[in-house]
């Protein structure tokens, strides 16, 4: 079944230590997202790649950066994790990102637990 | 800018009860809107989408929902509650700057034996 994976499921880190989140999709989509969503919130959209642009939402922190090889894999990267940075990340893909008209597919999450 | 508000964090039904999820809408134009579903530390699967086609949306595991231009409302319903169906639901809209979705706040939904 095409599908988006993310690994690990669950991921704990130290104060500070970088780390990195993987993303990778059978669906062959050209946009791939990332969302941070906090316990008992709603997922908020931290950046997106359409195709290889990048596309930085105004508030998101410097401390989070992304990567996209190719088209199947997204990596987000946590430069120096802080304690508020726990969460759930949700990688989402869809086919392009016309208004409204794609669907986005999320992965099961990656929970990230900062020590 | 486009938002939507969730009427009501929590919500309990009894198996067999109607369930009924709030969602309304601003938008200066005809918006794109979509409920999600969520179980425990699951990632989000669509439940449907309206745009602008037919006002009254079918969704998978018997959910529908209308769009109510006029009380800038979509709401979410189903007729017979299943266990299976106490999870968290989003209500998303989708603004004009293309691919981004704006989710509610979420309506946790308890269901009673």
């Known amino acids: 079944d095409a599908m988006v994976i993310q690994n690990p499921r669950y991921q704990v880190t130290q104060f500070g230590k970088p780390v990195t989140l993987s993303c990778s999709q059978t669906?062959?989509?050209?946009?791939m997202y990332w969302y941070q969503q906090k316990s008992s919130q709603a997922p908020k959209l931290l950046f997106h790649?359409?195709?290889?642009?990048?596309?930085n939402e105004a508030d998101t922190p410097d401390n989070f950066q992304s990567r996209r090889p190719n088209t199947s894999f997204c990596f987000l990267d946590i430069r120096s994790p802080g304690l508020g940075d726990a969460a759930m990340y949700l990688c989402?893909?869809?086919?392009?990102?016309?208004?409204?008209?794609?669907?986005?597919?999320f992965g099961p999450g990656t929970r990230l637990t900062v020590l | 800018a486009q938002s939507v508000t969730q009427l009501g964090s929590h919500v309990s039904v009894s198996e067999g009860a109607l369930v009924l999820l709030r969602c309304n809408y601003s938008?200066?134009?005809?918006?794109?809107l979509f409920w999600y579903v969520q179980y425990p530390n699951q990632g989000l699967q669509l439940l449907l989408k309206y745009t602008s086609a037919a006002t009254l949306v079918k969704g998978i595991n018997g959910f529908e929902a209308e769009f109510k231009k006029s009380e800038t409302s979509f709401h979410l319903t189903k007729p017979s509650a299943h266990m299976s169906d106490a999870a968290e639901y989003f209500c998303?809209?989708?603004?004009?700057?293309?691919?981004?979705?704006?989710f509610g706040q979420g309506t946790e939904l308890s269901v009673k034996p």
């Open positions: 669906l062959n989509h050209n946009v």
């Open positions: 790649y359409y195709d290889k642009d990048f596309n």
């Open positions: 998303a809209v989708s603004p004009n700057q293309g691919g981004k979705l704006i």
């Open positions: 938008s200066s134009v005809p918006p794109y």
């Open positions: 989402a893909t869809s086919r392009d990102r016309g208004q409204g008209t794609d669907t986005q597919y």
